[in-house]
Structure formats: C-alpha cells, structure tokens
C-alpha cells in the first residue's frame, strides 16, 4: 500500500548515507471474507505474527511519541553521525523544493557536525520517518503515523522495523 511505499523510498534514500540505519517494512495483510453457516458473512484480516514480546507501539493518533532503546548506528567514515528528529524538521522546512534524499542527506550532514554519540533513539528515525512522509514525500497531502510494530536487530545487515497498522 501507500505506507510501504514511502517506506521504501525512505529506505532507499538512508541506503545513501555514510552510516548504517535500520529500514522500515510493513507487514502484508489480507482481508479474508468467511460466510458462517448461518448466512451470515465475516471480515477477517490476517498478517503475519510478530514477537509479542517485541512489540511496540512507537507513535498515536493523538501526538504521543514513545521512546525505546537506542539502536546503533554502524559508522562506515570516522565521523561520529547522530539522526535527531528536530534537525530533519529544520532541513524539511527550509526547503520543500528540494529532493526527498537531499533532505535527509542535508539533515544527517548537519547533525554529524554536532554528533557527540553513535546511537540514536528508535523512536527518532520513526518519527523522522513520519515528518518526511507528510512534509517531503506526498508534500503535506499524507502522513503515515501510529506506527507500532517490532524492532529486529539483525547484526549481520542492519537492523529493520516491521510495522503493522499504518
């Protein structure tokens, strides 16, 4: 749908950067119509499972933003970058007629200069993730929140949100 294709875009555009963040995925659904023996018809939707264990609800409807344990940043310079939500918003609202990846780029870029740490809070690329939707990508016309899913750490690549609900 809609949400993962901003996902992917997202995701391509922090493939450019000099560091490693995690990707964002939404899970598929399915929409299953059962007619019970009464006649009577039933909607079910199915997606596959996830850890429940790991699930978080990340941001609401209502403006809540949940903060979570910091995930690491994989440096690939000898710079020591940091991904903050405010800096993103800045870079965005200096310049919507910019590319999507030049603002994330020139966001990331500003950041590294005032980086004194190499984690950054999941809950901040989420967040970062559901401006850009809004304010870059569909210029203000969408914006995917109430993000909830799981974090999956995987060391060998770089980490990755599944996401559900969008």
């Known amino acids: 749908g809609k949400a993962q294709s901003f996902a992917s875009k997202f995701n391509e555009a922090i ?18 119509m059962v007619q019970l023996a009464s006649g009577e018809r039933k909607a079910y ?3 596959p499972s996830l850890d429940v264990n790991q699930y978080k609800k ?15 940043l994989v440096r690939q310079t000898r710079q020591k970058p940091t991904f903050g939500l405010g800096t993103l918003l800045e870079v965005i609202e200096e310049s919507d007629e910019e590319s999507e990846e030049s603002n994330i780029e020139s966001a990331i870029n500003k950041e590294r200069e005032q980086a004194t ?3 950054v809070d999941q809950s901040d690329i989420l967040q970062a993730f559901s401006c850009w939707t809004h304010k870059v990508a569909s210029r203000r016309r969408y914006l995917v ?3 909830q899913g799981t974090y999956v750490d995987n060391l060998l690549v770089r980490g990755e949100y599944r996401l559900t609900d969008p």
Request: glycine residues 2%; contains cysteine; proline residues 10%.
């Open 58 to 72: 990340f941001n609401d409807n209502q403006g809540n933003v949940y903060t979570s344990r910091a995930v690491p």
């Open 117 to 119: 740490e190499e984690e």
């Open 15 to 32: 493939l450019k950067l000099p560091f490693t963040l995690p990707t964002i995925e939404f899970l598929p659904c399915w929409v299953y």
């Open 145 to 147: 929140f109430d993000l």
């Open 45 to 47: 939707l199915v997606e």
